[in-house]
């Protein structure tokens, strides 16, 4: 990785003594329209507020011509300033640039509007003069591309993630919004009022299946990013996997899973155990009864045909997500996307000062693939290692500054859940402050950043023996090593009967004790 980042800063820093695209080996001009490009500058200096038309779609370096680019810099310069921008101004501001002669003095300036008869169509040629530049830039980076493969000194595939990189960073740089007024918005809104309204369960969201949760989320929400983080052996990829059966096969919903961590094969195992309730080490070394060859054989149709597509890719680039993102939703019309985990993506491509800008670069892009698709994007992350030295089990309650290397995730998330799991810890020893025989196979699920709702913290259960999350009231028994862990005193029963009691009301606020 570091490698890579090196030889594109190698080659970032060769572009910066690169001269514009010329002609290539035929002859042949780049993309470029002086005529446009002096017509715009022209109509800049003649219309008040011309400039704030193009301010969003043209940089200095949308300009073939070095002096128009100074022209167009010195038209920055000046709207930064909230100047007034005409003649005479630009031409005192490429004279303090000290660039005025470098263009053509103030004769060619005075040209440039006195060939201008109406600014009526700025904004279309600065469309024409910006395609010409991203044209360009393709063209240049094509060129590096092809450099990099006729050097023969770089791995080919870390060649192609430079040149998805590079295409991503283009791509970005075209995709302007226009405003809308506000009409539109409101039919769209008042349509998913009314469909959310038709739905009797009050989910207007994908749901997770998980009762108490969606009654807090109303389900995963269109548009959003939800980052789910634990740190190791809380169960987050058992949550996200009983989310996708829940999702796929209980309702339906088409779902990719990225797996940057397991294989395809080793998530199907993991999906197995949770639907037919066997445990994993069977699952692994075959030691299965007959009894329960037969509970596999019948409750694997469960799973055939489900509508979960997977990608196993290891160390996959954002760049690459979304490419692969897009046909899924274009193709099987996809409604959730899950990633385990955010930390083991890169941005390959594209060279950043530390690791911490690369993960914010990537939880700001899957933000935008997320409003892109108007799907919901599920996230995995790791936490920090200071949740483990704080004392109790109260005390490795995660919070959101444990989120590990960038609070660009806590900023660019909708939602942030955390899972914890208090019984790990009883296992571990730490029984004296905050044990609660209680919550011997129950995991809390902290909904600790909403941006559309309440923050609250739902109670589910786990089942360790087949690595599934439950609904409290689900059916179930508890596996026989649980008795070991409770308290003298304490019996399995007990606690059976607490896990039946919770209900749709196993909610609690922030301070509060489950209901």
């Not at 128009?68 to 000046?78: E, G, P, T, V």
């Not at 770089?154 to 295409?167: C, K, P, S, T």
């Not at 548009?223 to 809380?234: E, H, K, T, V």
């Not at 899950?338 to 491509?349: F, V």
């Amino acid at each position: 990785m570091a490698a890579t980042q090196n030889t594109t800063r190698s080659y970032k820093r060769k572009k910066q003594q690169t001269p514009e695209v010329g002609p290539n080996g035929a002859g042949i001009m780049p993309p470029q329209s002086l005529e446009l490009e002096e017509s715009v500058l022209g109509a800049l200096m003649l219309e008040k507020e011309a400039y704030s038309s193009v301010a969003e779609m043209l940089t200095p370096d949308s300009f073939y011509k070095e002096s128009h680019k100074k022209i167009y810099q010195a038209i920055q310069d000046l709207a930064s300033k909230e100047a007034p921008i005409d003649m005479m101004t630009v031409t005192e501001q490429l004279h303090k640039n000290g660039t005025l002669e470098d263009v053509g003095g103030p004769l060619f300036i005075s040209q440039l509007t006195s060939k201008i008869a109406s600014t009526a169509h700025l904004k279309y040629h600065a469309q024409i003069v910006a395609q010409k530049a991203l044209a360009r830039e393709l063209i240049r980076m094509s060129s590096e591309v092809s450099e990099r493969a006729y050097a023969e000194a770089e791995d080919v595939e870390d060649i192609m993630h430079f040149a998805e990189g590079r295409v991503f960073d283009i791509c970005q740089r075209s995709i302007k919004r226009d405003v809308v007024q506000i009409d539109s918005i409101i039919d769209e809104a008042f349509r998913r009022i009314k469909k959310a309204g038709e739905n009797t369960n009050s989910i207007s969201g994908v749901p997770s299946g998980f009762k108490v949760l969606d009654k807090v989320t109303s389900g995963w929400q269109a548009s959003d990013l939800i980052i789910i983080a634990a740190r190791p052996a809380m169960g987050k990829t058992a949550f996200v996997l009983s989310m996708a059966k829940n999702m796929a096969v209980n309702y339906k919903a088409p779902i990719a899973l990225f797996s940057l961590e397991m294989s395809n094969v080793q998530l199907v195992n993991r999906l197995i155990m949770n639907v037919c309730e066997i445990e994993g080490e069977k699952i692994r070394n075959g030691n299965i009864s007959a009894k329960e060859w037969n509970k596999l054989e019948t409750r694997i149709t469960e799973l055939m045909g489900a509508p979960i597509y997977i990608d196993d890719t290891p160390s996959l680039s954002v760049f690459e997500l979304q490419s692969k993102a897009r046909k899924l939703k274009r193709e099987h019309n996809i409604q959730c996307i899950i990633i385990d985990y955010l930390q083991l993506m890169n941005a390959t491509g594209m060279s950043f000062g530390s690791r911490e800008q690369e993960v914010s670069t990537i939880s700001r892009n899957l933000k935008a693939l997320a409003k892109d698709l108007d799907i919901p994007i599920i996230a995995l992350s790791q936490l920090n290692r200071s949740v483990e030295g704080r004392a109790g089990s109260d005390g490795k309650r995660p919070q959101l500054s444990d989120l590990r290397e960038s609070g660009a995730i806590e900023q660019d998330a909708d939602m942030v859940c955390f899972i914890h799991r208090p019984e790990y810890y009883f296992r571990n020893g730490e029984r004296s402050e905050g044990y609660d025989a209680k919550m011997i196979g129950m995991a809390e699920i902290i909904v600790a950043k909403h941006r559309n709702g309440a923050t609250k913290t739902v109670v589910l259960r786990f089942d360790q023996s087949h690595a599934r999350f439950l609904n409290t009231d689900d059916t179930y028994s508890a596996p026989e090593e649980d008795s070991a862990v409770l308290e003298q005193g304490s019996n399995k029963q007990e606690f059976a009967s607490y896990g039946s009691s919770m209900n749709y009301n196993a909610i609690m606020d922030d301070t509060d004790s489950p209901i």
